[in-house]
């Protein structure tokens, strides 16, 4: 019985990383479209306007998502009491 329960996870893992390269390939492909085709042909303003977007998400996105995380770890640590790195700061 537990070999079963570990090839179903097995496979909801392999679907899930197949959905999630999916998705990365179908962002290169539309980067590379917008790159070889789309820039050339939109007004110099709207292309610049669209590249200072883009690299805003890019570089803003790690961070917002590292930024959320902490917020989640640091309550769930506080919720259960455990404040081991306090004496390390304190002294």
């Known amino acids: 019985m537990g070999k079963l329960k570990t090839s179903v996870m097995e496979r909801r ?14 962002l290169l492909f539309g980067l590379s479209y917008l790159v070889q085709e789309a820039s050339p042909r939109l007004p110099p303003a709207l292309a610049l306007i669209l590249w200072i977007l883009l690299a805003v998400a890019v570089i803003g996105y790690p961070i917002y998502a590292l930024a959320q995380w902490s917020n989640r770890y640091l309550s769930r640590r506080k919720n259960t009491g455990d404040n081991s790195g306090e004496a390390g700061r304190k002294g």
Request: no cysteine; hydrophobic share 70%; charged share 0%.
């Open 13 to 26: 893992n392999i679907t899930a990383f197949l959905m999630a390269l999916g998705i990365a390939v179908g």
